[in-house]
């Protein structure tokens, strides 16, 4: 089955020198197979646009409105790619 990403917010940030940071927020749509289920999974990606650099983290959830919400506070709370998988594993213990 396909994947896909869909975009969700672009967020900007200074450092503390004030260089301004472009991060792309993402929730990322996979299939997952397991023993008892097999369907949609629901996961989340930040990329910054200067570097490149990349975090993700596939199949947090198979609930849409659960990885929104996810999706939603790692905005608020101005998450970058360097710290998303500990926030997220955090979020999920």
Do not use: N
């Not at 917010?9 to 301004?20: S, Y």
């Not at 629901?42 to 983290?57: D, H, N, Q, R």
Request: charged fraction near 25%; aromatic fraction near 8%.
């Amino acid at each position: 089955m396909d994947t896909g990403e869909l975009f969700l917010d672009t967020l900007r940030l200074r450092d503390e020198a004030g260089v301004e940071h472009c991060f792309d927020y993402y929730i990322v749509l996979g299939h997952l197979e397991l023993e008892e289920y097999s369907g949609e999974s629901y996961g989340v990606k930040i990329e910054e646009k200067e570097t490149g650099e990349v975090a993700l983290a596939p199949h947090v959830t198979c609930r849409s409105s659960v990885i929104y919400h996810l999706a939603q506070t790692l905005l608020v709370h101005q998450v970058t790619p360097c710290t998303l998988v500990d926030v997220v594993q955090d979020w999920i213990g």
